[in-house]
């Protein structure tokens, strides 16, 4: 077996995605005796059963599987209309958790227009309201509460911004957090309101002010409020927020969750802020988001990803 065969194969296997063409050309090839030697040199992949045959690892087993749909979903995803997908993202967010990072990016990222366009997709694809879901799956009702305020919002989206109101909520929202022992940010009335009601400008220059307010960014004093953080982060600046999220998920170690959303975020964002993504992300990291697509996908899923992501160059 040529060594640089084996080594194709194994990183086939291994990425973010499944290549395809490498399957096809080199594993199709193998004789009995090779596809043997791959199983025996692999333990990453295979273990010696008790009946002596070399047998997948069950969940990468599943890992594969989940590789080789993923392509296809992303070209459903990118083909699809923005407020369909929009609605098929909470509903698949509502049913495996829920997954309250899905729905607060997916509320707090999109336009007032398309917030009002998803929850009239969601009506028609699954007969109910996101409202009523919501309710039904998320069990804590501080969540509930700020998540429907989310979701239902249809916020000013122009230009003018009134510095002293900023500068007041500010406080208001400093108070809220430094009493958050007595009662979490989150269970105030006048925090959810402002979250779900002003503008992004109008909360971009709260945001400021409570630095001046507390020598902190909201987000930093937000210790162990994880939904609270998620939802200043998306409203405050998307692309800081989803080039963080697509660096933890461009690991080869993480959850299906986790890779998942290396796809949701590329196709949403692409026709929206990811040359602005790409900028942080670089930034942040110190290499450029394309290249860190080549060194972990694999694939016709990488190369679709990679063009997608360079829609707006």
Known sequence: MAVDEFKALTKAFSGLGVDEKSLVTILGKWNQEKRQAFRKG?????KEDDQQFERWLEGHVLQLRQEFLRFKDAIVAW????????ARIYHEALRSGPRFDMLIETACTRSSEDLLGARKAYHSLFE?????????????ASERKLLIALVSAYRYEGPNVHQE????????IYNAVKNGAKKKPIEDDEVVFLLSTRSKLHLQAIYKHYKGVSGKFLDED?????????????????????????????RTDVSEAARDSVTRIIITRA????????????????????QK????????????????????D
């Open 128 to 140: 109910r309201s996101i409202e009523e879901d919501i309710t039904t799956y998320c069990i804590q």
């Open 293 to 312: 697509l080549e060194e972990v996908a694999n694939g016709n899923y990488k190369e679709f990803l990679l063009t997608v992501a360079s829609t707006s």
């Open 42 to 46: 692999t333990p990453q992949f295979f």
């Open 79 to 86: 083909t699809m209309h923005p407020w369909e997908r929009d």
């Open 222 to 250: 937000l210790v162990g409020e994880m939904t609270m953080k998620q939802v200043v982060q998306c409203l405050v600046s998307p692309p800081a927020y989803f080039s963080q999220v697509l660096h933890a998920s461009l």
């Open 165 to 172: 109101t900023a500068k007041s909520e500010a406080k208001i």
């Open 271 to 290: 026709d929206v802020d990811m040359k602005q993504i790409k900028e942080e992300y670089l930034k942040k990291h110190g290499i450029p988001l394309p």
